[in-house]
């Protein structure tokens, strides 16, 4: 494994806070996917993490808070529905889009009036944020830490393989519990918007705040992992109805494809022999396991990644917003 791979002991962790407190990057886990870090007071280093990723400068990022009592030294005029949501969700999988602070610069921002924050709830990613507080640091700026657009990573393997030297440290805290990013809610004055789906599902959402949150706008904030190709395969991957993906497998490999397969409820053909996943038939398994899968496809020599598209219930609206990213064409 790469040199850089160090377990997240409390010797490494220290390690960690002072590369990021010297300005360097580091890679870390969180319950949703592994963050690519950087001080995120420190606009050198956090244009280091655009540089690292291959990321656009104007997409923004998520500044990794401590606990929620950092959330008005980034943000202001926090509306009382954001409150609510941060004392239910946090730390946890939910990322807040808010008017930013001074402390917010436009290469946190995107060059936008808003900043998105959250608190991690993963053991490694809070004691790093409580180790690099020591240090005088009052937030890590972090997005997936993968090359951008591709699949996000949930293991320290994942970041050794896709950015390598390009990070001075990777804490290895094991797989990612969740697997797939935060969710995130933005504010337009008072009124919640929900920007992306993730880890908090919608009607946990509408049990704090009485009501489902609003679709965005056309003037909704750029927020992270929003763009239409996203979380993407090298291999070309396409999202088919579990009807038809039988007859499509066919007749790929009439055309002398090599065919790899993510599954969830078809049964594999007797007369297949291609790399075949059969994925949790349940949302949250399907998620925590889901760009694990997609990496191991994606390695298997195929020419095509079909993946059977998954329940149309709103449990599942996280994944198939993920999938329809990862198999988006244009």
């Known amino acids: 494994m790469n040199a850089h791979v160090v377990p997240a002991q409390s010797g490494a962790i220290d390690r960690a806070a002072d590369a990021l407190a010297a300005g360097e990057l580091v890679a870390f886990p969180t319950e949703t996917v592994y963050g690519l870090g950087a001080d995120a007071a420190n606009p050198r280093a956090v244009r280091a993490i655009f540089e690292a ?49 001074t402390l917010a610069s436009d290469a946190v921002t995107g060059g936008q009036d808003t900043v998105g924050v959250r608190v991690p709830s993963h053991p490694v990613a809070q004691a790093l944020l409580a180790a690099f507080a020591r240090r005088g640091g009052q937030g890590i700026a972090a997005p997936s830490a993968n090359r951008y657009g591709h699949v996000s990573p949930t293991t320290a393997a994942h970041v050794a393989d896709d950015l390598g030297g390009r990070v001075a440290l990777i804490l290895d805290g094991g797989a990612c519990d969740v697997g797939i990013e935060s969710t995130i809610v933005a504010y337009d004055g008072d009124r919640a918007v929900l920007l992306r789906p993730g880890g908090i599902g919608v009607d946990a959402l509408a049990r704090v705040l009485g009501r489902a949150p609003d679709a965005p706008s056309a003037g909704a904030p750029r927020a992270s992992g929003t763009h239409a190709s996203h979380y993407a395969p090298r291999t070309a991957a396409f999202l088919v109805d579990p009807r038809a993906l039988p007859t499509e497998i066919q007749r790929l490999v009439e055309r002398d494809e090599v065919v790899a397969v993510l599954a969830c409820g078809v049964a594999k053909p007797a007369q297949f022999d291609g790399p075949w996943i059969a994925a949790p038939a349940d949302a949250e398994g399907y998620a925590r396991d889901l760009y694990a899968n997609l990496r191991a496809l994606d390695v298997a020599g195929a020419d095509a990644i079909l993946i059977e598209a998954p329940p149309a219930e709103g449990a599942w609206l996280a994944v198939r917003d993920r999938l329809a990213r990862a198999a988006h064409r244009g």
């Not at 808070?65 to 969700?89: E, Y």
């Open 53 to 101: 990723k291959g990321r656009p400068p104007d997409h923004p990022l998520i500044v990794h808070l401590p606990d929620a009592t950092h959330l008005d030294a980034w943000t202001r005029d926090v509306p009382d529905g954001a409150r609510a949501l941060a004392r239910a969700f946090w730390p946890g999988p939910l990322t807040l889009i808010l008017p930013r602070s």
